[in-house]
Nanobody, 124 residues
Framework: QVQLVESGGGLVQAGGSLRLSCAAS????????MGWFRQAPGKEREFVAR????????DYADSVKGRFTISRDIAKNTMYLQMNSLKPEDTAVYYC?????????????????WGQGTQVTVSS
């Protein structure tokens, strides 16, 4: 099993920045990729970004490309999401997820482990 704990959410004004972290513990050697998803009230969970754990390959949703950057620190078993130029439509609960397989795509079903989520609220 892998446990994931997110941190770094909060309230920020439009145009501001936040950095989310996701710390992994447990059987972290089984992780092939990690990703971020988000869910706004009344909407389905959507893919934000993902990173290959060993190779560092990244993929971004079009809505965040150029504003968000995903990264990881293998030694710390931690993934990050740097969010810049935030918009009110970025408001959501952000979840980190880990996959035991590769390749991995943008589907929630590609990921076996999930964190509890952290709230990001962007005010206009």
């Amino acid at each position: 099993q892998v446990q994931l704990v997110e941190s770094g959410g909060g309230l920020v004004q439009a145009g501001g920045s936040l950095r989310l972290s996701c710390a992994a513990s447990g059987r972290t050697f089984t992780i092939y990729a990690m990703g971020w998803f988000r869910q706004a009230p009344g909407k389905e969970r959507e893919f934000v970004a993902r990173i290959g754990w060993s190779g560092g390959n990244t993929d971004y949703a079009d809505s965040v490309k150029g504003r968000f950057t995903i990264s990881r620190d293998i030694a710390k078993n931690t993934m990050y999401l740097q969010m810049n130029s935030l918009k009110p439509e970025d408001t959501a609960v952000y979840y980190c997820a880990a996959s035991r397989s590769w390749p991995v795509y943008r589907r929630s079903s590609d990921y076996a482990y999930w964190g509890q989520g952290t709230q990001v609220t962007v005010s206009s």
